[in-house]
């Protein structure tokens, strides 16, 4: 919908108010005239039902007055004496519009001195119930939102299984796009599965102000621009989203508007000079280690910590039975020769049982070969010890001309190691464009800023006029994940719009390792438990001392009730 639209709108429903009240305003002793003056007519409302003025607030925040209207129908039925719960059914399932009838009825009167308290207990837990929602969803959509780290696409940086609280009010809140939604929940219900939202109607975007830019080398949540998924990591047909309802994203902002940027042998560049991250940033590069006498990997997990890596085992007389219950550790069967069986694990391997389980023969292949991911610094570490031969940084330097890296368009070669040079577009600035460079800025031109745009002859027409330049109407960002040859980030799907971005991450609140594992495999990070996800150093715990400040705090209660009692 479109301003004009939605003025349109909202005069309609001030009319609409107006005609279903105004004899009910002046039955509470006001004057008709004022239940036809927009907001205005919300405050002498509030006091017909005997509710805080600071109500009519709530009327006007996106999702917040969704929830409202209904508390405020069902108060006005109340404030005139109709509370029977047949009352409040027909004044929900009609939208408020059986308020009309009660308008038009000579015999209603209203209750000035009408008790605010539940007549039951069931009534009072409901009134608290609600306005907890509300509370929550106020909280959720302006100001912090929690989530879940679910992919290693930022590991050593931000870990599977880190709980993060992202601000909304740093960058300023994104508004709702998606008018009717489900409280609390992102684009699908629990256990039903099934769409949260209507697609339509859709408000316009708008931004609260904020507090910062996005600076470069941040990491930001944003909503992912190339979903398709109803639901995440549920592959099925491609359905369109709004904005609001994509599936959210956290990478590390390596780009911001107005930069040119390009990889190099798989690192970042910045205007011509190679980016420098912050302290905490764990970049990571696939790596390959030799070893002709073979690489142990009981040495790699136990003595390096390292994880990120797979394991091959040989079983012999393997059964349909036991290779059931193998399935559970396999990524992937090498060889399915009955007398030479291989499969091939996680870092992690088979459980030390197994053998005794099954009854069956299971021997770790020694690798000559194995395959990291690591930091350049681990790496460094790595090759000064005797466990390999060679350590080698994996760097795609062919470029061949593909469809799978941005601009996903023949003939660009770019890679995820050899990648660019790209200007990031930024608000109000303009670039030439021809029928080479078009494809990258196709997208931004036609699905993100809303023009049409045709090709005719190697000529441009953008909404239907021939042009050889584009002016931005809105900034974007070029995300990438720390985890670089294993992230699907911007080197995939492209530009990150400024309408996209959710916030800001700001702490990690609790951390699980092993949460895709099942949770009996679960494990607490408390070295994570309570730590900011920006900062210079170890990231510090605050963890153990606010669980012990609260422990302090309980004892001391305690203490002073027993002291009131023996008094």
């Not at 927009?38 to 996106?62: D, E, G, H, S, T």
């Not at 470029?399 to 995820?416: G, I, M, R, S, V």
């Not at 040859?485 to 609140?509: A, M, N, T, Y």
Request: contains cysteine; proline residues 6%.
């Amino acid at each position: 919908m479109t301003a004009l639209e939605w003025l349109l709108f909202f005069l309609f429903i001030q009319i609409l108010h107006f005609g279903g009240t105004w004899k009910l305003y002046q039955k509470a002793g006001f004057k008709a005239w004022q239940a036809a003056i927009p907001i205005y007519n919300a405050i002498v409302l509030m006091q017909i039902i005997r509710r805080p003025k600071w109500w009519v607030i709530l009327l006007f925040i996106p999702i917040i007055n969704l929830m409202m209207f209904p508390v405020l129908w069902v108060e006005t039925m109340r404030s005139f004496g109709k509370n029977t719960t047949k009352d409040t059914a027909l004044v929900l399932l009609t939208l408020g519009v059986y308020i009309y009838t009660l308008n038009y009825d000579n015999t209603a009167t209203h209750i000035k001195d009408r008790s605010l308290s539940p007549r039951t207990a069931f009534g009072e837990w409901i009134n608290a119930l609600l306005f907890a929602i509300i509370a929550a969803t106020l909280v959720h959509t302006y100001f912090i939102q929690p989530y879940i780290i679910p992919t290693s696409s930022l590991e050593k940086s931000l870990l599977v299984g880190d709980f993060l609280f992202v601000s909304k009010y740093h960058y300023g809140a994104r508004i709702p796009m998606s008018a009717v939604a489900f409280p609390m929940v992102h684009d699908t219900l629990p256990l039903v599965k099934t769409r949260s939202y209507l697609k339509k109607p859709q408000l316009p975007y708008f931004r609260l102000p904020g507090l910062q830019k996005i600076e470069r080398n941040e990491i930001v949540t944003f909503s992912w621009p190339a979903d398709t998924v109803r639901q995440f990591f549920v592959k099925e047909k491609g359905v369109r989203k709004p904005i609001d309802k994509k599936s959210n994203y956290v990478k590390r902002c390596v780009g911001i508007p107005g930069d040119t940027l390009s990889v190099v042998d798989g690192f970042v560049h910045i205007n011509g000079k190679q980016t420098q991250l912050p302290e905490r940033a764990k970049t990571q590069y696939t790596h390959i280690g030799y070893n002709a006498k073979g690489i142990s990997s009981k040495q790699l997990r136990e003595k390096f910590n390292l994880k990120d890596f797979s394991r091959n085992y040989k079983i012999k007389n393997i059964t349909q039975p036991a290779f059931n219950q193998l399935i559970p550790y396999i990524t992937q069967v090498v060889s399915n020769d009955r007398d030479n069986f291989i499969v091939q694990t996680s870092g992690k391997g088979l459980p030390q049982d197994m053998p005794r389980k099954l009854g069956l023969p299971i021997q770790e292949t020694l690798d000559q070969r194995k395959v990291f991911t690591l930091t350049l610094a681990e790496a460094e570490i790595l090759r000064s010890t005797t466990l390999f031969d060679s350590l080698v940084r994996q760097v795609r330097t062919q470029k061949t001309p593909n469809t799978q890296f941005f601009p996903n368009a023949l003939p660009y070669d770019w890679n995820e190691d050899q990648f660019g040079p790209l200007y990031i577009p930024k608000k109000g600035a303009t670039v030439s464009l021809s029928p080479q460079n078009l494809p990258l800025y196709k997208k931004v031109i036609r699905e993100y800023e809303n023009n049409t745009l045709d090709l005719k002859a190697n000529k441009i027409f953008i909404n239907g006029k021939e042009t050889t330049s584009y002016t931005f109407k809105q900034n974007y960002y070029w995300m990438m994940g720390d985890n670089r040859q294993k992230s699907e980030d911007s080197r995939f799907w492209g530009f990150v719009p400024e309408d996209h971005i959710v916030g800001k991450p700001v702490l990690v609140w609790f951390s699980i390792e092993g949460i895709n594992d099942g949770i009996k495999n679960w494990r607490i990070r408390w070295d994570r438990v309570m730590t900011t996800v920006k900062g210079e150093g170890k990231p510090f715990a605050f963890g153990p001392y606010v669980f012990g400040g609260l422990l302090l705090w309980q004892i001391i209660v305690i203490i002073r009730r027993r002291k009131k009692a023996k008094a």
